[in-house]
């Protein structure tokens, strides 16, 4: 099993900056994909980004040039920065990793997604 702990989130104004980290536990033998999605109020779960083994980088079209997805391997970590920040940015923020893990000898590869943070953004 894999843990997924998120940090940051919050309250932050129009324009403002927050960054967002989201660290694995777990007997981890590869990670293929790190991401981050959100959820507003009564619209779907959306990518904001995401970052690929390679370190190839995915964004969504609403946060491009704005945030910045980053990781630090060595802790199985990854990192969303955010700058001028939007109502609409509002949401609950969720990491999504892609990794496979060694459990009695036996690798399996499944998708882990942390508990969600708010992020609301005032006008």
């Known amino acids: 099993q894999v843990q997924l702990m998120e940090s940051g989130g919050g309250l932050v104004q129009a324009g403002g900056s927050q960054i967002l980290s989201c660290s694995a536990f777990?007997?981890?033998?590869?990670?293929?994909?790190m991401g981050w999605y959100r959820q507003a109020p009564g619209k779907q779960r959306e990518l904001v980004a995401m970052?690929?083994?390679?370190?190839?980088?995915n964004y969504g079209d609403s946060v491009k040039g704005r945030f910045t997805i980053s990781r630090d391997n060595a802790k199985n970590t990854v990192y969303l920065q955010m700058n001028g920040l939007k109502p609409e940015d509002t949401a609950v923020y969720y990491c999504?990793?892609?990794?496979?893990?060694?459990?009695?000898?036996?690798?399996?590869?499944?998708?882990?997604w942390g508990q969600g943070t708010q992020l609301t953004v005032s006008s």
């Open positions: 777990g007997s981890i033998a590869s990670i293929y994909t």
């Open positions: 999504n990793f892609d990794v496979s893990t060694l459990y009695n000898g036996k690798l399996s590869r499944s998708t882990y």
């Open positions: 970052i690929i083994g390679g370190g190839k980088t």
